[in-house]
């Protein structure tokens, strides 16, 4: 048997917001839930399913936190302390061990924004056409043309 949670405990409530709140910082769901231990993620699934006005708070929650993540990664990319260091001669030399990470961590992030929201951050074309052939070629003008090619 399911359970009803169309009508949340007002502590169901305060763990659900303390949930968002969290989520909203940047933090993953699971995470969440496990700092908060109020709630379990099938409880929270079922507040969600339930309550349309939870679901909104939850996917303003999710986008806040893409927005979070997103400037994490900028601040990564624009870091640029470890990038050089001073070697046993005195000289500044490029430090590629500080930027390959540095790349791992921006990668990492925009392929979880790419997953979070593929519509965003992803770089998937979509190119719908429609095409309209007023006037086809018929079998012998098709013929015509690609002898006149060869």
Known sequence: ?????????PEQLDAFKNVISIVSNGTP?????????????NQFHGLLKDNPLLR???????EEREVVLFDRALEV???NTNDFYMNDKGCLVPNPVAVQRSRVIIDTVFKA?????????GNRLNVDA???VINPL???????????LE
Do not use: F, G
């Open 29 to 41: 769901l699971n995470k969440a839930l496990d700092t908060v231990r109020q709630l379990n993620v």
């Open 130 to 132: 429609n095409v309209n």
């Open 113 to 121: 924004l790419a997953i979070m929201n593929h519509k965003k951050y």
């Open 1 to 9: 048997k399911a359970i009803d949670y169309s009508n949340p405990t």
């Open 77 to 79: 990319a624009t870091d």
């Open 56 to 62: 909104d708070s939850y996917a303003r929650a999710c």
């Open 138 to 148: 018929t079998p012998d003008e098709a013929a015509k043309i690609l002898n006149e």
